[in-house]
């Protein structure tokens, strides 16, 4: 049985990265295979792929921004994900919370790391660009706060970071969520049912 890669690119500035968060544990339980988190710099893809955010992009379409509200709602109520709630600091420079993410991960504590941060950002609407605030959600995670800051001013955590980004574009990346099941690549929540139906097909060899 073949084992396809499967990799989450993320930043913790997306709402919708957040809920694909939620939902990812059970889409691994189902088909037995583990989600490699990747994390990226959401600003930096957007430079090189000359994107913008949907905020930005359909400031002027007030139709599209509420219809995208209702998916929003739609996609909530669907995965009972009743603990978000829209941050108010939106958008927050993440650079300090990706690099973190670099150190956690090079530290071996990605995991409740990505937990204490995604549910700082979207279920407590914390404004996560603050050190201080930063630095008190590592605590409260149980988290070497010190560790990680002292890691996000090192030239390899930040050299890690751009790389990633950059490979990332150079894979076709302009977004996130953005999902690579071997080398298929899948945009946004809305194609998790994509990404477990590709998963399957490629343990299966179809």
Known sequence: MHQPTVEFLFDFGSPNAYFCHQVLPAIAARTGQPVTYVPILLGGIFKLANNRSPMEAFADIPTKRAYDQLEIQRFIRKHDLHR?????????????????????????????YVDAMFAAMWERALNMAEPELFQSVLQ?????????????????????????????????????????VGG????????????EEEILAQRSGS
């Open 84 to 112: 978000y709630q829209r941050n108010p600091h939106f958008p927050v420079n993440t650079l300090m919370m990706m690099r973190g993410a670099i150190a956690a991960q090079q530290m071996g504590c990605l995991d409740p």
């Open 140 to 180: 409260q995670a149980g988290l070497d706060a010190a560790a990680i800051t002292a890691a996000i001013a090192t030239p390899e955590v930040k050299n890690r970071l751009l790389a990633n980004t950059q490979q990332a574009y150079e894979r076709g990346c302009f977004g996130s969520p953005t999902f690579f």
């Open 184 to 195: 298929e690549m899948f945009f946004g929540k809305d194609r998790l049912r994509e990404v």
